[in-house]
């Protein structure tokens, strides 16, 4: 920050004129009252930084509460609640080596979005209250960053300097929009989207941090400061992509738009950005290559800038007015020229067009006026334009269009907004603020209204239909209802998918899984078997097909044909490499036939090509037992243990088989181990009672088995009332 720039009159608000008495009560008498109360509050706020940061944070958390008590939804099963790598901080480095998914066709690279998870998991276990908290944390402290950087860049601009009061009302307001803005509810509200915030987190910081390393008088402490940078500018990149266009908006703003900087400092700039791209891309390198099955549209150039300019006018939409909100939007829908009944919705979306094309001219508009906040405005649209072109379907993406893709490129909007507020008569700055004062009132209540969507599965599911949610919102409301014996509603859902999409393998399947409950095995049993088929097939446009062929085994074992179910995850394990859902099934048909050489080298074989799967070390610890081979059982069981913070199984099987062995004080101190990880089960005391009985502690064990049946009682009250 310049400690001595001079400000003209006319560049900044009204809310810093010094007027003379005479002028005072003019303008008292030509702005309301209650403008004036306004004025003044916004003054002395604007004097405590501090208090503005509280207040963010405390909006921010208010409108979000609601989603608190959510479940895991979608991605949320995979990422959050069985996701591999956030279970042991043993696993920290192992993450970069990986995928975000392990079996789909995204090649996203988000280690730091795992990590990010294994504090919540150490803490909360699978408790869905804890991510959803943090996740809410890291949104909230990412528009406090905001709220001070955008403070920073407001008093460095270059020709048109806007005082530290002026400058911190200014950002507070606009970081206070961007908080409660419910079109984030996709990036705070729903766990799998914490890859948004987090990115933003560290990326603003970095740029803090670098601003700040300016003003540090020593080498050393500039240096430490911009090496900080440099970290957490990686940090941002392995969370989530978008994070290149923070790294492009910085380069940007730092070469045309503060105070002139010297052509050597700008080549050393330019050199870092790209030393921290060159290594962001060799930390890509290190999962192993991915290339994508799916099958993407071939768009024409044409119909590429009729959807750029579409999803340009949904975005602008929502920004000014968030309605209809879910997570399945688009502005291409080819199943729409199938059916004449919905050529007017085709119609309708055409109006989006038109919108984009009114804010493509708004934003040129703005920056090409010579007016005050000129320079702002062009920082906004600017902003905004390196933001939303990645994701405005000039190339392919997975959607159309997405409301958590907002996240990034609605702060170059705000900006904008904030440049052509700049530029209105001094008169109307008072009844600007307090529009936007009203504005943040009203998006908060929207958006504690949309996050209450996500407090349970069933309510978000219908929420998206209603809201022009398509295919997999049903297909998930199906499995819920099918969960709860609705197998008739169920089975109306899962058709009206199939109708659309006859091939999606995931609704067919639930389908079959429907029909089999309803009585009709002969239907389901050539479902399954259909689906299995042509799964070769839907695999190049469908994750996870894979489940066909599982589904298909277990009919076939079910029908007592276990040589038919083997033959069929032989065959699924060859086109599936590397999944254990197929390895473990097999795994287990193969012991209950008696052949457990083959399951433990079958098993193994995925161990030691997986060392860090928790799955598989304590299936191949169980499998060693079994054989009574107790060294090598031991090591597997002790790896289990390590690689999933709150496991209890593997330490419940070291401490039987050491129990067996009378090894009473090891088997004691496993089982006291598997105590404190789950310490309100009460199969943990029953067994520890055990072992305490046996090394001839009887009061001890008597303390313990009380403890357990008092947690029983416990748990019959509970489910008594929940009843």
């Known amino acids: 920050m310049r400690a001595t720039v001079c400000h003209r009159p006319d560049s900044d608000i009204a809310l810093t004129n010094h007027r003379s008495p005479s002028q005072t009560s003019a303008s008292q008498s030509s ?39 959510g ?66 944390i890291w949104h909230v402290a990412s528009g406090v960053l905001l709220f001070l950087l955008l403070r920073r860049l407001l008093i460095s601009s270059r020709r048109e300097p806007v005082s530290p009061r002026s400058s911190q009302v200014i950002a507070f307001l606009l970081a206070a929009v961007w908080i409660v803005h419910p079109v984030h509810s996709a990036a705070v509200d729903y766990i799998s989207g914490r890859a948004d915030s987090v990115a933003f987190f560290f990326a603003c910081a970095a740029w803090l941090v670098f601003l700040q390393a300016r003003s540090y008088k020593t080498v050393s402490a500039r240096s430490a400061a911009y090496v900080g940078s440099f970290f957490l500018g990686i940090l941002a990149l392995c969370t989530r992509e978008s994070a290149l ?41 290190l999962p192993p290559p991915r290339t994508p099955t799916a099958s ?72 090409l006026r010579k007016e ?16 939303y072109l990645p994701i405005s379907n000039i190339v392919d993406l997975n959607a159309t269009v997405a409301e958590h893709w907002l996240y990034l490129p609605s702060v170059g909007l705000l900006i904008f907004v904030a440049g052509c507020a700049l530029g209105l008569p001094r008169r109307i700055h008072p009844w600007a603020i307090a529009f936007s004062c009203l504005f943040v009132v009203g998006l908060s209540a929207r958006s504690y209204c949309r996050s209450g969507d996500w407090t349970s599965a069933e309510t978000f599911f219908r929420q998206t239909l209603a809201s022009g949610g398509t295919s997999r919102a049903a297909t998930n409301l199906a499995v819920i209802l099918t969960g709860r014996g609705d197998y008739k509603g ?25 029909l089999r409950h309803l009585g009709r095995n002969e239907e389901a049993g050539k479902l399954v078997v259909s689906t299995a088929e042509e799964s070769e097939r839907s695999r190049r446009d469908y994750p996870r097909t894979w489940i066909a062929a599982a589904n298909l085994a277990r009919l076939r074992h079910f029908q007592k044909e276990d040589q038919a179910a083997l033959a069929v995850l032989d065959q699924a394990r060859a086109d599936y490499p590397e999944v254990w859902d197929l390895i473990s099934y097999e795994a287990e048909l193969l012991r209950e036939a008696k052949r457990s050489k083959a399951a433990r080298d079958l098993v193994e074989g995925f161990a030691q090509r997986n060392w860090w799967h928790y799955g ?9 037992a079994e054989e009574g081979n107790v060294a090598a059982a031991d090591r597997a069981l002790r790896m289990a243990s390590r690689l999933d ?46 072992i305490l009985e046996r090394m001839g502690r009887t009061v001890e064990a008597k303390v313990a088995i009380d403890q357990g049946a008092r947690l029983q009682a416990i748990g019959r009250e509970s489910r008594a009332l929940a009843n």
């Open 645 to 690: 913070l709150h496991d209890v199984e593997a330490l419940n099987l070291l401490a039987r088989i050491r129990l067996r062995q009378n090894r009473l004080a090891d088997a004691y101190r496993a089982q006291s181990r598997a105590v404190v990880r789950q310490p309100d089960a009460p199969r943990q005391y029953i067994l520890l009672s055990d």
């Open 31 to 69: 702005i309301p009252f209650a403008w004036q109360r306004l004025k003044l509050s916004l003054l002395g706020l604007s004097q405590k930084r501090w208090l503005c940061c509280l207040c963010l944070i405390l909006i921010g958390f208010v409108v979000r509460t609601p989603a608190l008590h």
């Open 616 to 624: 598989a070390a304590l299936a191949l610890g169980r499998l060693y």
């Open 71 to 136: 479940p895991f939804l979608w991605d949320d099963e995979y990422l959050a609640a069985g996701n591999p790598f956030i279970k042991s901080p043993l696993l920290i480095l192992e993450a970069f080596r990986h995928s975000l998914f392990l079996d789909s066709f995204s090649a996203h690279y988000r280690p730091v979005q795992n990590i990010s998870f294994m504090p919540d998991y150490y803490l909360w276990s699978d408790n869905p209250f804890g991510f959803h908290l943090s996740n809410i």
């Open 490 to 514: 169920a089975e109306s859902l899962l058709r009206r998918v199939l109708e659309v999409s006859p091939q999606d393998p995931i609704a067919r399947n639930n389908l079959a899984d429907a």
């Open 245 to 285: 266009i923070w790294l492009a908006i910085f380069l940007g703003h730092r070469l045309f738009f503060p105070e002139r900087t010297s052509a050597r400092n700008k080549v050393a700039l330019v050199l870092c950005c790209f030393l921290l791209a060159v290594g962001y891309a060799g930390l890509r390198h």
């Open 372 to 387: 005050r906040g000129r320079e702002l405005r062009i920082l906004g649209a600017a902003w905004f334009g390196a933001a």
């Open 296 to 367: 993407a549209p071939r768009w024409t150039p044409p119909t590429r800038a009729v959807l750029m300019l579409r999803a340009l006018g949904d975005y602008g939409r929502l920004m000014i007015f968030p309605s209809k909100l879910h997570m399945e939007r688009s502005v291409f829908d080819p199943t729409f020229l199938r059916n004449p009944e919905k050529w007017a919705a085709t119609v309708r979306v055409e109006y989006l067009s038109i919108l984009g094309l009114g804010v493509l001219a708004g934003l040129a508009a703005g920056a």
